[in-house]
């Protein structure tokens, strides 16, 4: 009746990279991921599958995020794509730009970039670029 309420994380965590643990490389996955340690490249989930990332208080990612939704309490150096849903946590500390189509900040969260908004139109337009022409 008042619009939609905005999609929750899902509560299964399929994978967990623990604490002490350090991952050198690209993470993909599907599902639900839990991270408890460190990553030192990119978070991408599955595109158009529903997917849900939790970064703990003493997680680090370093490295770009692409999923559907996002619950952060940890550190993310890196761009950020919450395609659903975005929770930041107060210990949450975000350095880089952040793409979100529903967002929830507690207090004492930390963002160092942009906040960017995504809808539905511009989802759909992806301008191409060949050769620094836009097409």
């Known amino acids: 009746m008042f619009g939609s309420r905005p ?8 994978s967990l990279i ?8 690209d993470v993909s996955f599907t599902g639900g991921l839990r991270i408890d340690g460190e990553v030192d490249g990119n978070v991408i989930a599955e595109p158009g599958k529903a997917s849900t990332l ?3 208080e003493h997680a680090r990612v370093d490295g770009q995020i692409s999923v559907t939704h996002l619950v952060v309490n940890g550190t993310v150096t890196g761009p950020v794509r919450a395609t659903e849903y975005l929770e930041l946590q107060g210990k949450a500390k975000l350095v880089g ?10 207090l004492g969260a930390i963002i160092e970039g942009k906040l960017i908004h995504l809808n539905e139109a511009s989802e759909k337009v992806v301008p191409l670029k060949v ?4 097409s």
Do not use: C, F
Not at 18 to 25: D, E, L, Y
Not at 97 to 106: A, F, P, S
């Open 7 to 14: 999609s929750k994380p899902q509560n299964r965590i399929d």
């Open 18 to 25: 623990g604490a002490g643990t350090k991952v050198k490389g």
């Open 54 to 56: 939790v970064l703990s």
């Open 97 to 106: 730009d952040v793409h979100y189509k529903t967002l929830e900040i507690q």
């Open 131 to 134: 050769g620094g022409a836009e």
